[in-house]
């Protein structure tokens, strides 16, 4: 039962919401000032929750009816003062569009089928009688089509024309499947089943004359040529709604597509200078965010951190607290490619309470992800695969395809971390596809199959991958992190074949991005192997000075996965120079880190290191008592490279 002393403490801020009301009804919207603006949606929502406690109890029905009432007046004045305005558009693209497509999947899920099933009978039919094919694409495109010629040469030589073109075409048959409704659904269903059947004629004809590839490379990028198209109509829009900066915040969502870090860091500056000039704080504070995303993603860090800064501010003074959680999720990631994990997790933290205490599922998702991909950096192998599925189970529920897939690539890594080599390709393989499927462009699901193929002695295979596939991908989008890290897999692999000399060079490069980045974690990482090939050339000085300064960083660290690894390498360095005792002094000092090691190949490689020095030091029986596990378990896990160094060690 509600109290009478509650109900006096809420009495004076319902007084204050109808005071409010009333002002704005008798002098109109515009006489409330910023602060009664911020103080009537503040009102508004507390009092939402009051009334809520009011019908939990039975004998507050009178004072339940008065905030009701009280609640509908706010609620007709708040939300009727929005004029339709034509830039809105934006926000249909960006939220509405994708809200109503998910709420209506089950109906798309049919006429896709719908389609899809036409189409496989226009192909069936045109393969049984090569003849179908006239009927219904007439005698003109099929001689087109025999001769070997594309139809579509003349749209592609006049790219602008031919987008608009294309968009207007798709656009008119989508309203006159809709239009044909009236029909109780038979007119929608035959344009479906003709266009379907048109297709499956077109795609069976093209391959029966050798132009099956020559067709889908031009049906495929069709999205690519209409997302522009669509920014580029509203950008011609007459001032001043061309000039509005939600378009620039709509630009990166085509740059997305292909990972275009400058081109979204330029859309995030307009819109930045257009919001000031207006001063439109909120938008600015957008605007700023975007800013940190890409500086982030640029490798530039200072001005990063100042961007999040200031787009934290501006949300915090307004209010809006799922906002500032999106930024702290942002910043989080700067502080995380830095390697400052405790001030990347302290800020995944808060954004998580305040998106569970706000209801923002994906917000949810994204920081649990979040969370997960810091865990396993920092050794918790274990509590970050629970952690991703966690994150798997709430992108699922939102519904994003492409976010299922950016979890499933951090879970691959975490099982290939834990030497489960299989489950992390057929991870890696079907969150690329994902990727594919929706346009776009990720280098991690190449880079980890490679990292896969090389730990399973697969080098030819991996080589091609890296650089037929990931690198000529990733270069144009100046994404540095994944450069880095396919210059370190490609290093890797071709140490792995011998090629020392190339090897060091894409190791130094990685370590070079990853400076310009300020990332001192992952410049610590990309020194380990490059000081084993040093060890190999016989350069054991320079390989020593290099792991020590990893090992150095590492010490600062938590993951324990990371301190183990220089004790390895340094003591093999130690012992191509000569320096037995200190070798041994460095892997016991080592030793205690092992029971905290949820990695196999972090502790095979400290086992085979540990195997080396007590064979320096004369002790063999030692040696086969160890190795002979290490060789078993790295026979197992199928983790080839590790298994021939255990047997070399082994003797």
């Known amino acids: 039962m509600i109290s009478t002393r509650w109900l006096e ?247 997305d597509f292909s990972n275009d870090f400058k081109r979204d860091e330029s859309a995030a500056a307009r819109a930045v200078e257009k919001a000031r000039a207006r001063g439109a704080k909120l938008l600015l504070a957008r605007g700023l965010e975007q800013q940190c995303r890409a500086f982030r993603d640029l490798g530039q860090f200072k001005q990063a951190n100042e961007a999040c800064e200031n787009a934290e501010n501006i949300f915090a003074v307004a209010g809006d607290r799922n906002a500032v959680a999106m930024v702290l999720l942002t910043w989080g990631a700067v502080f995380h490619y830095q390697g400052d994990y405790d001030n990347a997790m302290q800020r995944n933290d808060e954004a998580l309470l305040v998106f569970r205490d706000v209801g923002n599922i994906r917000g949810v998702s994204a920081a649990i992800n979040f969370k997960a991909s810091l865990l396993s950096e920092q050794g918790d192998l274990q509590g970050a695969l629970d952690a991703y599925r966690e994150a798997l189970s709430t992108a699922r529920e939102v519904g994003s395809r492409v976010n299922v897939a950016i979890v499933q690539l951090n879970t691959a890594d975490v099982l290939q971390e834990k030497g489960d080599l299989e489950a992390a390709k057929s991870t890696y393989a079907e969150a690329g596809a994902t990727l594919h499927e929706q346009g776009v462009k990720n280098g991690h699901p190449l880079i980890g199959t490679a990292q896969v193929l090389w730990q399973e002695g697969e080098l030819a295979k991996a080589k091609e991958i890296l650089v037929t596939e990931a690198l000529p991908m990733i270069h144009p989008t100046g994404n540095k992190s994944f450069l880095g890290e396919a210059y370190l897999a490609l290093g890797k692999v071709l ?105 196999p190949a972090a502790r095979l490689q400290y086992r085979i290191a540990e195997g080396e020095v007590l064979t320096a030091a004369g002790q063999p029986t030692k040696t086969i008592d160890m190795l002979r596990p290490a060789i078993a378990e790295a026979s197992k896990l199928r983790l080839v490279n590790l298994e021939f160094r255990a047997r070399l060690a082994f003797g």
């Open 9 to 255: 403490k809420r009495k004076p801020y319902w007084t204050r919401l109808e005071q409010l009301l009333d002002q704005s009804t008798k002098r109109g919207f515009r006489s409330l000032g910023r602060s009664e603006l911020q103080e009537l949606g503040l009102l508004y929502r507390q009092i939402a929750a009051d009334l809520a406690a009011m019908r939990e109890d039975r004998g507050s029905v009178h004072f339940a009816r008065y905030l009701n009432q009280l609640l509908a007046r706010a609620h007709n004045i708040i939300y009727s003062t929005h004029k339709a305005s034509p830039s809105a558009i934006v926000n249909f693209f960006a939220r509405t569009y994708p809200r109503i497509f998910r709420r209506n999947l089950p109906f798309v899920e049919v006429a896709l089928s719908i389609f899809l099933a036409s189409a496989l009978v226009g192909a069936v039919l045109t393969f049984q009688d090569p003849d179908f094919k006239l009927s219904i694409l007439g005698p003109q495109m099929v001689q087109t089509i025999e001769k070997r010629e594309m139809w579509t040469h003349s749209i592609v030589g006049i790219k602008p024309l031919a987008s608009s073109a294309i968009m207007t075409n798709n656009m008119s048959v989508g309203f006159m499947t809709f239009a044909l409704g009236i029909t109780a659904g038979l007119g929608t269903i035959y344009m479906l089943l003709f266009n379907g059947l048109l297709l499956g004629v077109i795609g069976m004809a093209c391959h029966l004359s050798g132009m099956s590839i020559k067709l889908w490379e031009f049906v495929a990028p069709h999205g690519v040529l209409e997302l522009p198209a669509i920014l580029d109509t509203l950008r011609n829009l007459p001032p001043p709604m061309r000039d509005d900066p939600r378009l620039d915040f709509y630009e990166p969502k085509v740059a």
């Open 495 to 599: 140490a792995a074949q011998g090629n020392l000399p190339q090897a060091r060079e894409n190791y130094q490069q990685a370590i070079n991005l990853a400076k310009t980045m300020a990332a001192k974690t992952t410049v610590a990482l990309y020194q380990l192997p490059l000081a084993q090939e040093m060890v190999q050339q016989g350069q054991a000085t320079e390989a020593i000075t290099t792991v020590k300064q990893a090992q150095d960083e590492f010490e600062h660290g938590g993951n324990v996965n990371y301190q183990l690894r220089p004790a390895g390498i340094l003591a093999q360095a130690l012992l191509a120079a000569g320096s037995i005792g200190e070798a041994k002094t460095t892997v016991s000092r080592a030793r205690p880190l092992l029971p905290k090691i949820q990695s």
